[in-house]
């Protein structure tokens, strides 16, 4: 398994974490940065659309087979706000420390049995631009949302979102820890099982 495969993201914490996995599978994988990808457009109502889109936008680009990540914070308080739109809860998109502060805002003085949450990581893998089958699968990781930030490591709303397992926040785990546990662990390891299974996807 020596193919390249474009990594649809241009988000510098979730490339960390995918060269992590992916190097162990024995995958080589590059940001499509390195081919000057631009940015698909994310206008899908699901996290599924959104993961397609932006891996065939890569195809499309590169001429190459794409991976692409969709994921997110589902908040039950919230009805399941932030959701596809985490990205740009605060508005911003991708101003992580304005995200977290107005997570913590609506579930100021909010019961912990209530604030119950989780990640969701959508991956879709297209073989090329036209692939009728795009491969998708889905992680999910349980917790709930902290009253203050906590912890370094990680990227996003890993430092409100609290690990039971753990007993600690996604931001205070080693990475090593949060990459065997994480909603994007659980969907790359159903990837990798694929990739295994069926040669000919790479
Ligand atoms: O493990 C995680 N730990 C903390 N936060 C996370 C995680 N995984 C996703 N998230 C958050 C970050 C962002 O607010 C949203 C993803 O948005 P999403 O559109 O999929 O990614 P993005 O726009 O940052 O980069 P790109 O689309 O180029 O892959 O969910
Ligand atoms: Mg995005």
Not at 59 to 87: F, K, M, R
Not at 103 to 124: I, P, Q
Request: net charge negative.
């Amino acid at each position: 398994m020596n193919k390249t495969i474009v990594l649809a993201s241009n988000n510098a914490g979730k490339i960390k974490e995918f060269n992590a996995l992916l190097s162990d599978m024995g995958i080589d994988v590059k940001p499509q940065s390195e081919f000057n990808v631009e940015e698909a457009e994310e206008n899908g109502l699901s996290f599924i659309e959104n993961a397609i889109l932006k891996a065939r936008n890569a195809c499309a680009q590169t001429g190459l087979p794409a991976l692409a990540d969709d994921s997110g914070i589902e908040v039950d308080y919230l009805n399941g706000a932030p959701g596809i739109y985490s990205a740009r809860f605060a508005g911003e998109h991708g101003n992580n420390e304005a995200n977290n502060t107005l997570l913590l805002e609506k579930l100021d003085g909010v019961a912990e049995l209530e604030r119950t949450a989780r990640f969701h990581c959508v991956l879709a893998y297209m073989r090329h631009e036209n692939d009728p089958t795009p491969k998708v699968f889905h992680g999910v990781w349980e917790g709930r949302i902290m009253t203050s930030n906590e912890g370094q490591e990680g990227f996003g709303y890993d430092p409100v979102f609290y690990v039971p397992e753990c007993g600690c926040s996604a931001a205070s785990l080693p990475k090593e820890v949060k990459n065997q546990i994480s909603h994007r662990a659980k969907a790359l390891k159903q990837l990798f099982a694929a990739f295994q299974q069926q040669s000919s996807l790479l």
